[in-house]
Every structure is written in C-alpha cells, then in structure tokens.
C-alpha cells in the first residue's frame, strides 16, 4: 500500500494583478528612481559646489599670499629706506672739498702735523675710529726713513669670562650732519717739509684707515689714500677710498688679541642694545659688515 503511486497531475497556477495594484508597483518604481535620480544629482551638484568652492578658495589664498608678499617687499623696503636716511654715513674730507691740511708750529721744539678732516653726512652719530695704515711715512735721501708714532687699530670690545668688561678701543663720536678733525700723524717739522716739498717719486702721498658704526648695528671700514700737489695747488687731494681689506683687519685684530688676556671674549663694538653687547664673537674678527 505504501508503494502504491497516486497519479500526479500537472497544475499551472496563474498570478496576475489588477490594473490598480499595477499602476500602484509602476509608480513606487517610478518614485524610487526619481529618488535615486535625485539624490545623485544632488550629489554631483554638491560635488561640484565643492570643487568651484575649494577653487575660489585656493584662488583666494594665492591673491591673499601674493598680497602678502608684496605688503613685505614693501616694508622691507620702507626700512632698508628708513635705515639708509637715518644712518651714519662717514667720508674724507670736508664739504667745501678740503681733505687735509699740513699744521706747522710757531714753536720749533714742537711737531708738525697732518690734519685730516672727515665728514658725518647721516643723521644718526658715528662712533669713530682712524689711524695712519702704517707707521712707516716715507724716506728721506739717502736713507732715512720717516716713521708715525702709532698706526691704525680696528674698534674693539672684550670682557672677561665673568662678564665684566675688560677693555675697549678709544673712540670718537662725530655727531649726524657734521664734520670732524683729527691728525692722522706728527712729525718733527723738517720732516713733513721734506716729505712734502721733495718727495722722492712725483709727489708725496700717504694712506691711512677708518671705520665707524652707522647707528643700527652696522660696522664700515674704509681705506683712503691723499697726494700733495705742491705748486701751484699746494694742497691735499683725495687719491683713492675704498672698502678694508679682511684678510689686513684679521691680523691687526690678532694682534690685539695676542696681547689682551687669553681667557677674554671679543663683543660687537657696534651693537645698538645691551643683549648684542653680551653676546660674544666667536670668531674674531667679525670684520668688515
């Protein structure tokens, strides 16, 4: 009985909707594709919005940046102006075009001397340093040479290593917009005469150095070198001027320190505020600026 087969018949079954459940699939489809449809356009368009926005953004940054860039250039600028029309500015010779000037005393046990003028055109003062760039002056026949008592030294400041000052390089301050007078050299009377009425090539000339500082920190340092013309000019002229040589103020500014204590440290003789000044040279010397 239980292996007895039934007959099977074959029964198609047929869904079918009605016409309102039809419209009803037909227009969620539809409204689910809108969506869809919208919600992809409203993605694009925030993407969009996005990139003209990041673009407005970068061209606003590369405008601001420039801008940036130019209001610097432009106070930089207004200060390298400022700067230069407020500093010191040293040079030879006086404003009426006088370099120098040979001094003869009335009394003959005295000495004579070449007096040389040096003019502050700046604003600011200019602490002030010069000196004849040799000792040796020049030879009179046959074989005597003429020799100055000092030479030029560069400015200079040191301390010990407990901070306390332990010596400097005299100085003279020339106030802005003046001139200023020193001797560059003394010799006995006969001397200078003879240097300078028979010199032993054409004329006699002589050479010599200064420096100052220009009032914000700066260190100049300048050679120069003067020829007298005897008649009919019988005065100076101003041969040459020109910037120091380094390599010539490392020696001089070695030997200063050779002869200092050895334990000294060297400061900016030029700084402007008090934080410069104690900070020191670690190699000397820092010259010229």
């Not at 079918?16 to 689910?32: G, H, L």
């Not at 300078?196 to 004329?203: I, S």
Request: charged share 20%.
């Amino acid at each position: 009985m239980r292996n007895e087969q039934f007959p099977a018949d074959q029964v198609r079954a047929i869904i079918s909707f009605n016409d309102e459940t039809v419209r009803s699939t037909k227009a969620e489809a539809d409204r689910q594709y809108r969506t869809q449809n919208s919600t992809k356009n409203a993605a694009w368009s925030a993407f969009v919005a996005a990139s003209i926005y990041a673009l407005i953004a970068a061209l606003q940054s590369c405008h601001i940046y420039r801008q940036s860039k130019v209001a610097s250039e432009a106070l930089r600028q207004s200060t390298e102006s400022f700067i230069i029309s407020q500093k010191a500015y040293v040079t030879v010779g006086r404003q009426d075009g006088v370099v120098a000037e040979a001094v003869v005393p009335k009394n003959e046990t005295a000495k004579a001397g070449l007096l040389i003028y040096f003019q502050n055109t700046g604003h600011l003062p200019a602490r002030f340093n010069f000196g004849p760039d040799n000792r040796f002056i020049g030879l009179i026949p046959p074989s005597t040479p003429v020799q100055a008592d000092h030479e030029f030294e560069p400015m200079w400041r040191g301390r010990d290593k407990n901070g306390h000052t332990g010596g400097w390089t005299g100085t003279i301050t020339i106030a802005g917009n003046s001139s200023y007078q020193g001797i560059l050299f003394e010799l006995p009377e006969k001397q200078l005469r003879h240097l300078l009425d028979e010199p032993l090539g054409p004329y006699f000339y002589t050479s010599g150095k200064y420096e100052y500082c220009d009032g914000f920190g700066g260190r100049v340092c300048r050679s120069f070198t003067i020829r007298y013309a005897g008649d009919p000019y019988n005065r100076f002229f101003l041969m040459m001027e020109e910037e120091c040589m380094a390599s010539d103020l490392q020696v001089r500014m070695s030997s200063i320190v050779r002869r200092n204590p050895p334990d000294w440290e060297y400061l900016n003789p030029c700084a402007v505020e008090r934080e410069e000044l104690s900070t020191p040279i670690k190699q000397l010397p820092q010259l010229p600026r």
